[in-house]
């Protein structure tokens, strides 16, 4: 295994939601019409200005001036099916041409239109977010978060701290929650070596099971999906040190996207607002505290007019996995899912991608925290800190599971969630253990 030395080069074009949520600040939110998430969808961003950075000080800044368009890309105009005329059906007349992938326009990641395959934004890379679509980090960077508790401090007084003999790790959940303990290897391992600890892969089941039990310290260290990192953060004392990357050069790629698909042969459903009307659309969505399963569509859908609930009923399926799987095999009409989660489940051979499409993505959301609780020894944690950031996994069985994604670098929670935060705030999530549960 070899230590990482060098640095790697990034630039973050910072994607906001102040059209979308409006969350600059509450009077934004207030203000700020739903026509505007329109207008700023898919716009080509300017590539900031490369600067190299020590993999430990990557700091991934999305301050809220620069914040532009994270509404999502919405079918051509927005407005339907932009190829009905041109190119009819699939053979059936009566079918819309949606179900029809010849009907496709030809897929431009810098000007998506949808509908797509899913295969065909696979193909394309178009899961995750790439390193044009980052500008440079900001100089300004976020003294505390926008919303909810700052990350806590380790405990002056040595009596507080923990020193177990096996520190307890996991990964966020899924269907199998045991599917990763061997992809994981080569960094457990480390932690084992750079710690002096034994390390043992912790198999739970949920967001809830996860967050309550670092909160109890039964957990010490844990891989949290973007939307329950602020939970851990107020209610467990988690402390969110690193996200994982493609680190393979100018080609890389960090983040994730939702994605709400549906069928392919799905004939009711062609775009975002299909999903309304009688009888209504039952739409998987994975958990309460999901980002792009929940939260994220619940604000995002509701600034183009769709409202969760109201619009349609919303199904927890309990997973990205579930969802996937579920409007796959017809559980499901629809579902807002996690981009890359669903790549991994094609990629497994779970469903065939050419089956389901893609009516509506948004820009790119960054992905896992990996946390420790702030009670674990400093000695520990500086271990554990060094198991993720100083080695590369580029060539190991992680980066082959995980889309690339062998490198781990340094964040700051309160500027890299901000634009989480700014979705949570604007639905006034209370961070409870309650709220976590489906």
Known sequence: MLRWTGTLPFFVVAVSLAGVLGAVDRDYLNNTPGTVAKELRCDTFKQGAMRQLDRREFISGVSTAALVGAAGCTGGDGDGDDNNDDNGGSGDDDAPAHTDPSTYADFDPSSPEFPQLTSTLMEAGFETGTMADLERMQENQRDEPR?????????????ELLDPDTLEFSLTPTEDPTVYEDTLKPLLDNIAEETGKNVNYASLDSYAAQVEAMRSERLHLAGFSTGAVPYAVNIANAVPFSVQIDGSGENGSFGYRLWLITQLDNENIGELEDLKGEPKQNVAHADPSSNSGNLAPRALFA??????????????SGGHQQTSLGVANGDYDA???CSTCYARVAR??????????????????????FSYVNTLHPDIQEGVRRAFLDYDYQDTSIAEEFE????????DYATVWDIILQIQESLEVEYETGNLEG
């Not at 508790?149 to 040595?158: F, G, L, N, R």
């Not at 062998?406 to 964040?411: K, R």
């Open 147 to 159: 919303y909810g508790q700052p990350v806590p401090e380790t405990p002056d007084d040595d009596s």
């Open 303 to 316: 600034n183009q007019g769709v409202v969760p609930e109201e619009d349609y009923e919303v199904s927890y």
């Open 335 to 337: 579902g807002p899912v």
């Open 348 to 369: 497994d051979d779970q469903l065939d991608p050419e089956k389901v499409k893609v009516i509506w993505a948004s820009e790119p959301f960054p992905t896992t925290a």
């Open 404 to 411: 690339g994604r062998g490198t781990w670098v340094d964040i």
